[in-house]
């Protein structure tokens, strides 16, 4: 088994990720050609501002799902999008990883999911929780994941709230002074991350939730949560590095 678990460690993983947003379309009325303007004392119409009334269906989404956050996750939220987008992107591609391929090798261990309780459960993602990490890092550090982070912007995603993902919108970490870092969810999936070559295999696991986790401004870890099918959310895995 060790030794299985430090073939794992050595994979290489290659991945990517596209964004799009759509934007909304403006209509502008004006005269036709060769009308008269019967009173020229009338006071006109200044032009109107092309930005306005340009909000997109994602950004009224986005509104929408901002006005059921807790005011804890507004201020993470606020807190998030200061700090450097590469290093937002770098903890969160590190957090996805991890939980994905961590879900990955439970579900091939868990011979028979249905004898499994949500502390047997919990036990087996502890037990690769380090492995996955340990992956995890060497993965960032490689330049395809630095091209990544540069240039595929990751923010938070109110989308992840909502099902099939049902992310809770905050975690904690535990931090070594005894304080807790506030962790919002940035990322989240049903099956592989963008950048993974493995897939969720979706007997234990419904989702996946990835955090970035902040303590006075500074983004000091990334997290994961494994939704589950029968339990909901498990118990949160936190990294430092």
């Known amino acids: 088994m060790q030794a299985w678990m430090h073939a794992v460690g050595a994979l290489v ?21 060769g009308g008269e303007i019967e009173n020229e004392s009338a006071e006109h119409t200044p032009p109107a501002d092309p930005d306005e009334g340009s909000e997109t269906v994602d950004d009224v989404e986005d509104d929408q799902e901002r006005e059921t956050m807790s005011p804890e996750a507004e201020a993470a939220y606020d807190e998030l999008m200061s700090i450097d987008p590469q290093e937002v992107a770098l903890k969160t591609m590190a957090a996805s990883y991890a939980a ?30 380090p492995a996955g990490w340990d992956s995890a890092h060497t ?5 395809e ?3 990544l982070a540069a240039t595929d912007g990751i923010y938070p995603n109110f989308g992840c709230f909502d099902e099939p993902y049902a992310c809770p919108q905050t ?3 535990p931090l070594s002074n005894g304080e807790q870092a506030f962790c919002m969810v940035t990322q989240c999936g049903t099956g592989e991350c963008p950048w993974c070559p ?3 295999g979706n007997l234990l696991f419904k989702s996946w939730c990835a955090y970035g986790c902040l303590k006075h401004g500074n983004l000091v870890a990334g997290a994961y949560i494994l939704n589950t099918h029968v339990w909901g959310p498990g118990k949160r895995q936190c990294t430092y590095r």
């Open 171 to 173: 975690t904690e970490c």
């Open 198 to 200: 493995w897939g969720l």
């Open 139 to 143: 993965w960032i550090q490689t330049p």
């Open 145 to 147: 994941a630095t091209t």
């Open 13 to 33: 993983f290659t991945g990517g990720m596209v964004a799009a947003l759509v934007p909304a379309c403006t209509i502008h009325l004006r005269p036709s050609d």
């Open 100 to 129: 994905v391929m961590v879900a990955n090798l439970v579900e091939t261990q868990a011979v028979d999911p249905a004898a499994l309780d949500l502390e047997a459960l919990d036990a087996l993602i502890q037990q690769y929780a």
